[in-house]
């Protein structure tokens, strides 16, 4: 398997999700809210500068998980200029639901070396696809006319 470090807007996709999901908007699958410390309901108590400053340090946690899953693989990922300048933040609207899962799965899939599949925030991350991928099943028409059972 390579890895490489995923673009920008793929964090920012993936950031544009979680704050989506912290208003409560119910077509998307919920967050795993303690990954940032807190509970579900405190996010409605909080304005939105504050929540973007919540938000953003999520962004760099993503960013360092996948530069420490290019260098688990390629020992002279530093000296062969595989790590590039750093992330930058930058607010998005709300990708689709398939856009996200989709997202979330190249983040993952180029996390996926060394340690990095046992940090707290990449399980999060997994746990958050598998929920996504559920949601966009649940809301095919062929599962809703599916017999229960």
């Given at each position: 398997?390579?890895?490489?470090?995923?673009?920008?807007?793929?964090?920012?996709?993936?950031?544009?999700?979680?704050?989506?999901?912290?208003?409560?908007?119910?077509?998307?699958?919920?967050?795993?809210?303690?990954?940032?410390?807190?509970?579900?309901?405190?996010?409605?108590?909080?304005?939105?500068?504050?929540?973007?400053?919540?938000?953003?340090?999520?962004?760099?946690?993503?960013?360092?998980?996948?530069?420490d899953a290019v260098r688990a693989r390629y020992d002279d990922a530093d000296e062969r200029g595989?790590?590039?300048?750093?992330?930058?933040?930058?607010?998005?609207?709300?990708?689709?639901?398939?856009?996200?899962?989709?997202?979330?799965?190249?983040?993952?899939?180029?996390?996926?070396?060394?340690?990095?599949?046992?940090?707290?925030?990449?399980?999060?991350?997994?746990?958050?696809?598998?929920?996504?991928?559920?949601?966009?099943?649940?809301?095919?028409?062929?599962?809703?006319?599916?017999?229960?059972?």
């Amino acid at each position: 398997m390579s890895a490489y470090i995923v673009e920008d807007k793929t964090i920012n996709r993936i950031l544009a999700g979680i704050e989506y999901t912290q208003w409560g908007h119910c077509d998307y699958a919920a967050f795993p809210y303690a990954v940032m410390g807190c509970k579900r309901n405190q996010f409605y108590a909080i304005d939105r500068d504050d929540l973007l400053s919540k938000i953003a340090p999520i962004g760099h946690a993503m960013r360092s998980l996948n530069e420490d899953a290019v260098r688990a693989r390629y020992d002279d990922a530093d000296e062969r200029g595989m790590i590039p300048a750093p992330y930058v933040y930058n607010s998005e609207k709300a990708p689709s639901l398939v856009q996200l899962y989709k997202s979330l799965h190249c983040l993952l899939y180029q996390c996926s070396e060394g340690d990095v599949p046992e940090h707290p925030l990449f399980q999060a991350l997994e746990t958050w696809t598998q929920s996504i991928a559920d949601k966009i099943v649940f809301n095919l028409p062929e599962f809703r006319a599916a017999e229960w059972g």
